[in-house]
Protein backbone atom coordinates (compact mmCIF):
# COMPACT_ATOMS: atom_id res chain seq x y z
CA UNK A 1 0.00 0.00 0.00
CA UNK A 2 0.96 3.52 -0.11
CA UNK A 3 1.47 5.60 2.75
CA UNK A 4 0.35 8.80 2.74
CA UNK A 5 1.86 11.14 5.38
CA UNK A 6 0.19 14.55 6.03
CA UNK A 7 1.63 17.61 7.93
CA UNK A 8 1.44 19.29 9.82
CA UNK A 9 -1.68 17.63 12.12
CA UNK A 10 -2.55 20.46 13.25
CA UNK A 11 -2.00 24.64 12.50
CA UNK A 12 -2.96 27.60 14.27
CA UNK A 13 -3.10 30.25 12.08
CA UNK A 14 -4.86 34.14 12.06
CA UNK A 15 -7.18 35.00 8.82
CA UNK A 16 -5.18 36.54 6.25
CA UNK A 17 -2.41 34.52 6.75
CA UNK A 18 -0.81 31.89 4.05
CA UNK A 19 -0.58 28.30 4.95
CA UNK A 20 0.95 25.03 3.09
CA UNK A 21 0.16 21.74 3.80
CA UNK A 22 2.21 18.95 2.83
CA UNK A 23 1.41 14.71 1.87
CA UNK A 24 4.74 12.54 1.47
CA UNK A 25 3.76 9.72 -0.53
CA UNK A 26 5.84 6.29 0.34
CA UNK A 27 5.76 6.02 -3.12
CA UNK A 28 5.45 8.13 -6.51
CA UNK A 29 1.71 8.68 -7.37
CA UNK A 30 2.54 10.75 -10.83
CA UNK A 31 -0.25 13.65 -10.50
CA UNK A 32 -2.64 11.68 -8.59
CA UNK A 33 -3.36 13.58 -5.51
CA UNK A 34 -6.49 14.92 -4.49
CA UNK A 35 -7.62 17.21 -1.35
CA UNK A 36 -10.31 17.37 0.77
CA UNK A 37 -11.84 20.06 2.77
CA UNK A 38 -14.02 18.43 5.67
CA UNK A 39 -16.33 20.60 8.03
CA UNK A 40 -17.22 18.86 11.29
CA UNK A 41 -20.15 16.73 10.49
CA UNK A 42 -20.16 17.31 7.18
CA UNK A 43 -19.07 14.85 4.42
CA UNK A 44 -15.57 15.67 2.90
CA UNK A 45 -15.35 18.02 -0.25
CA UNK A 46 -13.32 17.86 -3.35
CA UNK A 47 -11.12 21.11 -3.45
CA UNK A 48 -8.21 20.23 -5.51
CA UNK A 49 -8.18 17.10 -8.05
CA UNK A 50 -4.52 15.77 -10.10
CA UNK A 51 -2.72 17.69 -7.98
CA UNK A 52 -3.27 21.23 -9.14
CA UNK A 53 -6.54 21.61 -10.95
CA UNK A 54 -8.86 23.89 -9.01
CA UNK A 55 -12.70 21.84 -8.42
CA UNK A 56 -15.34 23.84 -10.27
CA UNK A 57 -17.13 26.48 -7.13
CA UNK A 58 -13.89 26.46 -5.38
CA UNK A 59 -12.43 29.48 -4.46
CA UNK A 60 -9.22 30.79 -6.03
CA UNK A 61 -6.81 31.30 -3.09
CA UNK A 62 -6.70 27.09 -2.52
CA UNK A 63 -3.70 25.79 -5.17
CA UNK A 64 -1.97 22.73 -5.27
CA UNK A 65 1.72 21.77 -6.54
CA UNK A 66 3.92 19.17 -6.26
CA UNK A 67 5.06 15.65 -7.98
CA UNK A 68 5.83 12.32 -7.28
CA UNK A 69 6.33 11.81 -3.54
CA UNK A 70 5.65 15.76 -2.03
CA UNK A 71 2.39 17.03 -2.84
CA UNK A 72 1.29 20.41 -1.22
CA UNK A 73 -1.96 22.61 -0.60
CA UNK A 74 -1.48 25.78 -0.03
CA UNK A 75 -4.14 28.84 0.98
CA UNK A 76 -3.25 32.05 0.03
CA UNK A 77 -5.06 33.91 2.71
CA UNK A 78 -6.89 32.29 4.99
CA UNK A 79 -10.72 33.10 5.37
CA UNK A 80 -13.10 32.61 8.52
CA UNK A 81 -14.68 29.45 7.03
CA UNK A 82 -11.38 27.96 6.31
CA UNK A 83 -10.62 26.87 9.40
CA UNK A 84 -11.76 23.32 9.60
CA UNK A 85 -10.04 19.79 8.18
CA UNK A 86 -8.43 18.80 4.89
CA UNK A 87 -7.28 15.41 4.19
CA UNK A 88 -4.95 14.33 0.99
CA UNK A 89 -5.93 11.52 -0.67
CA UNK A 90 -3.80 9.40 -3.61
CA UNK A 91 -5.66 7.74 -6.37
CA UNK A 92 -2.38 6.41 -8.25
CA UNK A 93 -3.36 2.75 -7.54
CA UNK A 94 -5.61 0.99 -5.27
CA UNK A 95 -5.94 0.31 -2.43
CA UNK A 96 -6.87 4.52 -2.12
CA UNK A 97 -5.02 5.79 0.55
CA UNK A 98 -5.75 9.19 2.45
CA UNK A 99 -3.91 11.16 4.61
CA UNK A 100 -4.33 11.47 8.55
CA UNK A 101 -5.64 15.24 8.22
CA UNK A 102 -4.45 18.77 9.31
CA UNK A 103 -6.53 20.91 11.54
CA UNK A 104 -6.75 24.01 10.83
CA UNK A 105 -7.19 26.40 13.93
CA UNK A 106 -7.89 30.20 14.50
CA UNK A 107 -4.62 31.20 16.85
CA UNK B 1 -26.79 17.11 -10.84
CA UNK B 2 -25.10 14.16 -8.95
CA UNK B 3 -26.51 13.04 -5.85
CA UNK B 4 -25.74 10.09 -3.72
CA UNK B 5 -27.44 9.02 -0.41
CA UNK B 6 -26.78 6.23 1.72
CA UNK B 7 -29.46 4.35 3.66
CA UNK B 8 -28.83 1.43 6.00
CA UNK B 9 -29.11 0.12 9.85
CA UNK B 10 -27.62 2.70 12.32
CA UNK B 11 -26.86 0.00 14.99
CA UNK B 12 -25.70 -3.82 14.24
CA UNK B 13 -24.54 -5.92 16.73
CA UNK B 14 -21.08 -7.53 16.50
CA UNK B 15 -20.41 -10.54 14.62
CA UNK B 16 -23.31 -9.39 12.61
CA UNK B 17 -23.93 -8.76 8.43
CA UNK B 18 -23.83 -5.01 7.77
CA UNK B 19 -25.61 -3.98 4.33
CA UNK B 20 -25.46 -0.20 3.53
CA UNK B 21 -27.04 1.24 0.04
CA UNK B 22 -25.80 3.58 -1.88
CA UNK B 23 -28.96 5.31 -4.20
CA UNK B 24 -27.88 7.98 -6.82
CA UNK B 25 -29.24 10.09 -9.24
CA UNK B 26 -27.53 12.30 -11.95
CA UNK B 27 -25.64 9.57 -14.15
CA UNK B 28 -25.52 5.93 -14.53
CA UNK B 29 -23.48 2.85 -13.36
CA UNK B 30 -24.09 1.59 -16.88
CA UNK B 31 -22.10 4.44 -18.52
CA UNK B 32 -18.78 3.67 -19.50
CA UNK B 33 -16.13 5.32 -17.24
CA UNK B 34 -18.36 5.75 -14.46
CA UNK B 35 -17.41 4.58 -10.55
CA UNK B 36 -18.64 4.45 -7.39
CA UNK B 37 -16.83 3.63 -4.37
CA UNK B 38 -17.22 3.85 -0.24
CA UNK B 39 -15.39 5.12 2.16
CA UNK B 40 -15.56 5.41 5.92
CA UNK B 41 -14.29 7.78 9.10
CA UNK B 42 -14.31 6.97 12.53
CA UNK B 43 -15.51 8.66 14.93
CA UNK B 44 -12.24 11.45 15.21
CA UNK B 45 -10.33 9.71 12.99
CA UNK B 46 -9.57 10.07 8.92
CA UNK B 47 -10.83 8.32 6.22
CA UNK B 48 -10.55 5.19 4.96
CA UNK B 49 -11.41 4.03 1.35
CA UNK B 50 -13.41 0.39 1.08
CA UNK B 51 -13.87 -0.54 -1.76
CA UNK B 52 -14.83 0.68 -5.63
CA UNK B 53 -17.30 -0.54 -8.47
CA UNK B 54 -16.89 0.14 -11.60
CA UNK B 55 -19.65 0.32 -15.18
CA UNK B 56 -17.89 -2.77 -16.17
CA UNK B 57 -18.28 -4.60 -13.05
CA UNK B 58 -15.30 -4.91 -12.13
CA UNK B 59 -14.25 -4.44 -8.23
CA UNK B 60 -11.46 -3.49 -6.03
CA UNK B 61 -11.17 -3.56 -2.54
CA UNK B 62 -9.29 -2.65 0.63
CA UNK B 63 -6.96 -5.66 1.17
CA UNK B 64 -7.59 -5.12 5.34
CA UNK B 65 -10.99 -5.71 4.92
CA UNK B 66 -11.12 -8.09 1.55
CA UNK B 67 -12.33 -10.96 2.93
CA UNK B 68 -15.41 -8.98 4.86
CA UNK B 69 -16.49 -6.85 1.97
CA UNK B 70 -18.74 -7.14 -0.99
CA UNK B 71 -19.33 -4.74 -3.41
CA UNK B 72 -22.60 -4.95 -5.91
CA UNK B 73 -24.70 -2.71 -8.02
CA UNK B 74 -28.09 -2.75 -9.76
CA UNK B 75 -27.77 -0.39 -12.22
CA UNK B 76 -31.57 -0.75 -12.88
CA UNK B 77 -32.41 0.67 -9.35
CA UNK B 78 -29.24 3.61 -9.64
CA UNK B 79 -27.82 1.53 -6.73
CA UNK B 80 -24.85 0.14 -5.45
CA UNK B 81 -24.99 -1.71 -2.15
CA UNK B 82 -21.72 -2.67 0.50
CA UNK B 83 -21.79 -5.40 2.43
CA UNK B 84 -19.40 -6.12 5.52
CA UNK B 85 -19.82 -9.32 7.52
CA UNK B 86 -18.82 -9.84 10.99
CA UNK B 87 -19.39 -6.86 12.48
CA UNK B 88 -16.81 -5.32 15.37
CA UNK B 89 -16.82 -2.20 17.60
CA UNK B 90 -14.04 -0.91 15.68
CA UNK B 91 -16.17 -0.84 12.29
CA UNK B 92 -18.32 1.90 13.88
CA UNK B 93 -17.95 4.86 11.40
CA UNK B 94 -20.04 6.80 9.43
CA UNK B 95 -19.98 5.10 5.78
CA UNK B 96 -19.56 7.31 2.89
CA UNK B 97 -20.25 6.42 -0.94
CA UNK B 98 -18.78 8.78 -3.32
CA UNK B 99 -18.68 9.35 -7.27
CA UNK B 100 -15.10 9.00 -8.67
CA UNK B 101 -14.15 11.04 -11.83
CA UNK B 102 -12.48 9.26 -14.22
CA UNK B 103 -11.83 11.18 -17.13
CA UNK B 104 -8.32 11.92 -18.38
CA UNK B 105 -6.86 14.40 -15.82
CA UNK B 106 -9.51 13.88 -13.37
CA UNK B 107 -6.86 12.33 -10.84
CA UNK B 108 -9.58 9.74 -10.28
CA UNK B 109 -11.15 12.07 -7.31
CA UNK B 110 -14.20 11.38 -5.41
CA UNK B 111 -16.00 14.58 -6.48
CA UNK B 112 -19.22 14.22 -5.40
CA UNK B 113 -19.63 12.35 -1.76
CA UNK B 114 -23.25 11.50 -0.10
CA UNK B 115 -24.21 12.95 2.82
CA UNK B 116 -23.15 9.69 5.11
CA UNK B 117 -24.41 7.52 7.01
CA UNK B 118 -23.72 6.85 10.62
CA UNK B 119 -22.67 3.09 12.02
CA UNK B 120 -22.73 1.97 15.79
CA UNK B 121 -21.27 -1.33 16.06
CA UNK B 122 -22.38 -2.41 19.82
CA UNK B 123 -24.16 -5.27 21.71
Known amino acids: DIQMTQSPSSLSASVGDRVTITCRAS??????LNWYQQKPGKAPKLLIY???SLQSGVPSRFSGSGSGTELTLTISSLQPEDFVTYYC?????????FGQGTKLEIK | QITLKESGPTLVKPTQTLTLTCTFS??????????VGWIRQPPGKALEWLAL???????RYSPSLKSRVTITKDTSKNQVVLTMTNMDPVDTATYYC???????????????WGQGTVVTVSS
Open chain 2, 98 to 112: AHRRSSLGSGNAFDI
Open chain 2, 26 to 35: GFSLSTSGVV
Open chain 2, 53 to 59: IYWNDDK
Open chain 1, 27 to 32: QSISSY
Open chain 1, 50 to 52: ATS
Open chain 1, 89 to 97: QQSYTTPYT
